[in-house]
């Protein structure tokens, strides 16, 4: 069975609207001999003649006139499909996002994200779930749809991703800590005692190996799984929290912070999203704000 041909469809609605083979060719930029072959076609595939002679105009046929309409809407329907997006009315919007990330991500820019959606959106949702892992299982089968990160090895080369911010690691202690004052060397910050962060509960991490060329050793004290979590330890006792930066702005408040005497790399904090989402006008509104909730980065150590 041969495939139609979807174009005699404009060609059909023009000559049912039109009633005439001259003027439908000038509508079509056709010649009225190239039109005249077209309405042939159309005979042929539809098995009725359509439009027939009455004095010196055409006329339809009932089975023309039953399918005027169909194939109007059927063109206007295609036409609609291949028109591009048009911008949402994001004040009419009712929809719930599902964003995965970590805990401490929610509570530095979680309520400015909130804010931002609720003043352009306020029918939008967003449901924050845990971060247990890397894993984009969860991007790929619909049920999270942005996830923000750190770019690795093990994330899934199909996944889109973008650079929210550039990041680094620094140390934090409560006001009246003994590394509140003077010079913050290698010595002076592995000497103390750490809490160590590490959502499987390792015992080392990349402080510990920069520590390591220079013969010394952190002796920590507990192991956490987030840094929230070790900066309210910290806040409560003499313990010496490693978080990054950024990403801990507003947890910090009231705490020393100083930059670590070690040589690490910065990072990049990205935002993940699966491909079939890229162009949805939406998605790609909610990726903005969180772009732009993201973009200041004024909060340095000292």
């Known amino acids: 069975m041969s495939t139609p041909d979807f174009n005699l469809l404009i060609t059909l609605d023009v ?14 930029r056709l010649s009225p001999s190239a039109m005249s072959r077209a309405l042939a076609r159309l005979r042929e595939t539809t098995g009725d003649p359509l439009l027939v002679r009455a004095g010196r105009g ?9 399918l005027r309409e169909r194939v109007s809407q059927l063109v206007q329907d295609a036409e609609a499909v291949l028109r591009p997006v048009q911008p949402p009315d994001l004040t009419q ?17 979680g309520a400015a994200l909130i804010a931002r959606v609720a003043g352009q959106a306020p029918g939008v949702r967003l449901r924050f779930v845990h971060k247990p892992d890397k894993d984009s299982a ?9 996830e923000t990160g750190v ?17 680094r690691f620094i140390g934090v202690v409560r006001t009246g800590h003994g590394l509140g004052e003077g010079e913050v060397t290698a010595s002076r910050y ?53 978080v990054p930066e950024r ?21 990049t904090v990205a935002m993940l999203w699966h491909p079939r989402l890229d162009a949805d006008p939406v998605h790609r509104w909610l990726r903005g704000c969180l772009r732009e909730v ?5 909060d340095m150590a000292s």
């Open 15 to 28: 000559l049912l609207a039109e009633g005439s083979v001259a003027r439908a060719a000038k509508r079509l």
């Open 58 to 66: 055409l006329v339809p046929t009932p089975r023309a006139l039953e």
């Open 93 to 109: 919007l009712a929809r719930t996002f599902t964003l995965r990330t970590s805990e401490g991500f929610v509570e530095n820019f």
């Open 138 to 146: 969860s991007l790929r089968d619909g049920s999270v749809d942005l």
């Open 151 to 167: 770019v690795g090895k093990t994330t899934s080369p199909e996944l889109r991703t973008q650079g929210l911010f550039r990041d």
């Open 190 to 242: 592995a000497a103390g005692n750490h809490i160590s962060v590490s959502r499987r509960g390792l015992d080392k991490g990349p402080i510990d190996e920069a520590l390591e060329p220079l013969g010394l050793q952190r002796q920590i004290v507990t192991i956490v799984a987030g840094f929230s979590t070790a900066l309210a330890l910290a806040r409560a006792s003499d313990l010496i929290a490693s």
């Open 247 to 267: 990403h801990t702005a507003n947890l910090r408040t009231g705490m020393h912070s100083f930059a670590l005497p070690l040589v690490l790399p910065e990072f």
């Open 294 to 298: 993201c973009a200041p980065a004024t």
